[in-house]
């Protein structure tokens, strides 16, 4: 089985406050972008994982694949014997949710390729043990994100962004929550031409 766990990007990120683990609590908007790893996993004799394309600087064994895999096979030991590749395309340390990704993707795969029969809720509680955004990736659809970014609400439709005067397009965003005050709905600011101006709404949430 080939899988192809994709990176995603914040939209906007506001820092709540400091918790007592030395996590932040936080607000953002996390949105799934097309440039992917490449994961293939294959029923074997004996566990083993391989990685190549962009060099990592850790050890292989100590790759959130490795984790998720065994995270899972604590709870199901067939999937013990698996042999996982993995190529890695997405950047590292860049903010980018590349090893969340290519941890929930494991998940996922050895989901389907063992007939587990998991739900997402279930992966979602493993995911949320082995990194803050891991989670995010199970469903892996843009979703407004609090808490260390494990609590996800799922975004069910967009608003075209606005423009200035008609002739002034949107030329940034800036994360501005309101979401408390207004019962569902996500409010961000604009700049147009250097101006801030509030009260853009730009998407909304499931209730």
Sequence with gaps: MKVFPNCKINLGLSVVERRPDGYHNLETLFLPVPLCDELTLEPAEKFSFEQNGILLDNSPLDNLV???HHLLSERYPQVEKVSISLKKNIPFGAGLGGGSSDAA???TALNALFDLGCSFDELEGYAAKIGADCAFFVQNRAAYAIGIGDILEAIVKYIPAPTG??????KALIFDSYYD?????????RIVDGTVKKGDVLLTMES
Aim: glycine share 4%; charged share 20%.
């Design 66 to 68: 490795v984790k998720a």
């Design 105 to 107: 993707f494991t998940l």
């Design 165 to 170: 005067n008609n002739d002034e397009p949107l």
């Design 181 to 189: 005050n207004y019962k569902g709905v996500v409010i961000y600011t």
